[in-house]
């Protein structure tokens, strides 16, 4: 009991000796409003204006502006309209400050539930180990001197191939879409357990962006499909 007084539990009442005073809530103080400087301004209006300028590109060139400024697709969509035969796969990797992973998009297969979530697949990755290998086996295959780039190829292919591997052992195409310090790494170049390089086994495609491919295939599909319509006398 004496503890649970002195912790403030099961106390009713202050005791005559010592009269409770009235509890009064800090007055809180009102946050200053940090003012922008002259730079921050700036960057913002520059900002307003990009965006409003793009939005006016795809007013009056909608394709030109889809290609060169392409809104984000969700990964359905892109299989639908990239991963279209069996024998391909789209690798898309995230190497950023905090986090690394591979998004590996696959056919979507014959007769599947609606549900069926398999042809995405979700591997993360060491971001800060990818970085520092990916740049020094780029600087490794920069250097006609050096001897050891197959080495570092093998060790970088263990970390962003590797994990992926058994989900394209019957692939024989691949579009690649890199990110961060891998955008100066060939892929052709990795090297597997077999001592074999990547360009051996795969036909390899790359791209800025999923939905910069996304965007790409669907207007060539368009196309050819324009093509064979016939023509009206």
Do not use: C, M
């Amino acid at each position: 009991f004496v503890f649970a007084t002195a912790l403030g539990f099961g106390q009713t009442s202050a005791p005559a000796s010592a009269p409770a005073a009235p509890a009064t809530a800090p007055e809180a103080k009102p946050e200053a409003k940090k003012e922008k400087s002259p730079y921050e301004e700036e960057l913002l209006q520059k900002e307003k204006d990009y965006e409003q300028l793009i939005d006016e590109l795809r007013k009056v060139a909608p394709k030109y502006a889809n290609l060169q400024f392409p809104q984000p697709k969700g990964p359905e969509e892109v299989r639908d309209i990239v991963v279209t035969d069996e024998n391909s796969a789209l690798v898309s990797y995230l190497v950023g400050e905090k986090i690394g992973a591979i998004f590996v998009i696959l056919p979507k297969k014959p007769g599947a539930a609606k549900d069926d979530a398999s042809w995405l697949q979700v591997v993360k990755i060491d971001h800060e180990k990818v970085t520092a290998l990916a740049k020094d086996f780029h600087k490794s295959l920069s250097n006609p001197l050096s001897l050891d780039y197959k080495a570092k190829g093998r060790a970088l292919y263990d970390l962003i191939f590797a994990p992926i591997e058994p989900l394209l052992k019957d692939k024989t195409n691949i579009y690649i879409a890199p990110d961060g310090a891998l955008f100066y790494v060939p892929f052709e170049a990795l090297v597997d357990a077999k001592g074999k390089y990547l360009i051996d086994r795969f036909s390899i495609t790359y791209t800025p962006s999923a939905s910069v491919l996304a965007e790409i295939s669907g207007r060539q599909a368009q196309t050819r499909s324009e093509a064979v319509k016939p023509r009206v006398a």
